[in-house]
């Protein structure tokens, strides 16, 4: 059974840094191209970052491009992401999801909500 | 950039039929793919590569498309289908780029 927890979300300045987590199991971790997608408070979906099964190519939204940077570890079957400079726009939960076939996600985690206080 | 754009709003007896539209110019050539979120919950993959269900996802539960237009397609309708529904796409361009809709709530009268 898929599992995905994600880790590492809070308070911070605007400005400041947050490192999120994804610890994946109940999968062959190597394998799966992952993403990061956010859920800002009452508001939709957007798609972060993406990452590939051997982490070598990334790819970022426009709205983050320069600021977050997603990697992983496939020997702890996990994923993190990075995010610097940040901003009360970044406010949101933030998903880890499987992503099998470089298009769309079929798994999520529950979400950690990063909150940027101005 | 590229959009997908989908009702704000859909309402629905239960055991009637809702549909669910997803516009977006890249559709002709590439898949679309449905999530079901409910209040406080990540959200699920209810349908994916247009037409095709998840396993553990009920038959009520169907996909098309046609032209610029997904469909979503909730037959007989129960109460506990209450919840957003977001359509998603990529751009076609060749650079990963997922474009989600703003979502739809279907609300079960």
């Known amino acids: 059974q898929v599992h995905l927890v994600e880790s590492g979300g809070g308070l911070v300045k605007s400005g400041g840094s947050l490192r999120l987590s994804c610890a994946a199991s109940?999968?062959?971790?190597?394998?799966?191209?992952m993403s990061w997608i956010r859920q800002a408070p009452g508001k939709g979906l957007e798609w972060v970052s993406y990452?590939?099964?051997?982490?070598?190519?990334?790819h970022y939204a426009d709205s983050v491009k320069g600021r977050f940077t997603t990697s992983r570890d496939n020997a702890r079957n996990s994923m993190d992401l990075q995010m610097n400079s940040l901003t009360a726009e970044d406010t949101a939960v933030y998903y880890c999801?499987?992503?099998?076939?470089?298009?769309?996600?079929?798994?999520w985690g529950q979400g950690t909500l990063v909150t940027v206080s101005s | 950039s590229y959009e997908v754009t989908q009702p704000p709003s859909v309402s629905v007896s239960p055991g009637q039929t809702a549909k669910i539209f997803c516009s977006g110019d890249?559709?002709?050539?590439?898949?679309g793919y449905w999530y079901q979120q409910k209040p406080g919950q990540a959200p699920i993959l209810v349908i994916y590569?247009?037409?095709k269900r998840p396993s553990g996802i009920p038959e009520r539960f169907s996909g098309s498309s046609s032209g610029t237009t997904l469909t979503l397609t909730i037959s007989g309708v129960q109460a506990e289908d209450e919840a957003d529904y977001y359509c998603?796409?990529?751009?076609?361009?060749?650079?990963?780029?997922?474009?989600f809709g703003g979502g739809t709530k279907l609300t079960v009268l």
């Open positions: 590569k247009d037409n």
């Open positions: 998603q796409s990529t751009d076609g361009s060749g650079s990963y780029r997922a474009v």
């Open positions: 890249a559709f002709p050539n590439q898949y």
């Open positions: 109940g999968f062959t971790f190597s394998t799966y191209d």
């Open positions: 999801a499987r992503d099998p076939s470089y298009d769309y996600v079929d798994h």
């Open positions: 990452i590939n099964s051997r982490g070598n190519i990334q």
